[in-house]
């Protein structure tokens, strides 16, 4: 079993900065991706940032040059650094693992976070 923690959020002006951070505990495998998507009210779940063990990334379109995603291996924590922020980037924040099997041949599985508050406002 896995728990994530997300942490960081909050309220910011239009033009502020934000710093996520998400810190994994429990069966954390070493082959593993982890990230951020977001929920705003009355839209779907959407992605943000993610980032593999081995440091590859992907990125929405709507976030690229305002945020950076990076990890901690060694403190299993996922953190996001979200600059010149949107009153469109308001939503709650949630941390995701999808963790892979234990042995090759298992099957992944995904994990969430219970989120983290944005507010952009003036």
């Known amino acids: 079993q896995v728990r994530l923690v997300e942490s960081g959020g909050g309220l910011v002006q239009p033009g502020g900065s934000l710093r996520l951070s998400c810190a994994a505990s429990?069966?954390?495998?070493?082959?593993?991706?982890m990230g951020w998507y977001r929920q705003a009210p009355g839209k779907e779940r959407e992605l943000v940032a993610v980032?593999?063990?081995?440091?590859?990334?992907n990125y929405a379109d709507s976030v690229k040059g305002r945020c950076t995603i990076s990890r901690d291996n060694a403190k299993n924590t996922v953190y996001l650094q979200m600059n010149s922020l949107k009153p469109e980037d308001m939503a709650v924040y949630y941390c995701?693992?999808?963790?892979?099997?234990?042995?090759?041949?298992?099957?992944?599985?995904?994990?969430w976070g219970q989120g983290t508050q944005v507010t952009v406002s003036s």
């Open positions: 995701k693992l999808l963790r892979g099997g234990a042995v090759p041949g298992d099957d992944a599985e995904t994990y």
């Open positions: 429990g069966r954390i495998f070493s082959i593993n991706t």
């Open positions: 980032m593999s063990h081995v440091g590859f990334t």
